[in-house]
């Protein structure tokens, strides 16, 4: 059974930090392409980060760019994002998503809440 475990959410007042992480159980961590995204009231869903499996070629929103970091621990099964300058914009369910091949997995999101 595929599950991806996403934790580290919760409330934060603008500028602050979070660390959110996804750990899996099911699948072969080291050969998926590792995402998370983020979908707001009345919004899509979006990109926010990615991460490959072999060549950790990362890549970001541009809402993002120098303030998220996304990574791997392969031996943990794991893939974090690191968040810092969050702004109110920042605002959303994050989830955590897995492909490989012609799998996709989702997991159940974790509520991420920017506010004074």
């Known amino acids: 059974q595929v599950q991806l475990v996403e934790s580290g959410g919760g409330l934060v007042q603008p500028g602050g930090s979070l660390r959110l992480s996804c750990t899996t159980s099911g699948i072969w961590f080291r050969l998926y392409t590792m995402g998370w995204y983020r979908q707001a009231p009345g919004k899509q869903r979006e990109l926010v980060a990615g991460?490959?499996?072999?060549?950790?070629?990362?890549n970001y929103a541009d809402s993002v760019k120098g303030r998220f970091t996304i990574s791997r621990d392969n031996a943990k099964n794991t893939v974090y994002l690191q968040m810092n300058s969050l702004q109110p914009e920042d605002t959303a369910v994050y989830f955590c998503?897995?492909?490989?091949?012609?799998?996709?997995?989702w997991g159940q999101g974790t509520q991420v809440t920017v506010s004074s």
């Open positions: 998503n897995a492909k490989g091949g012609q799998n996709e997995y």
């Open positions: 991460i490959t499996a072999g060549s950790r070629t990362t």
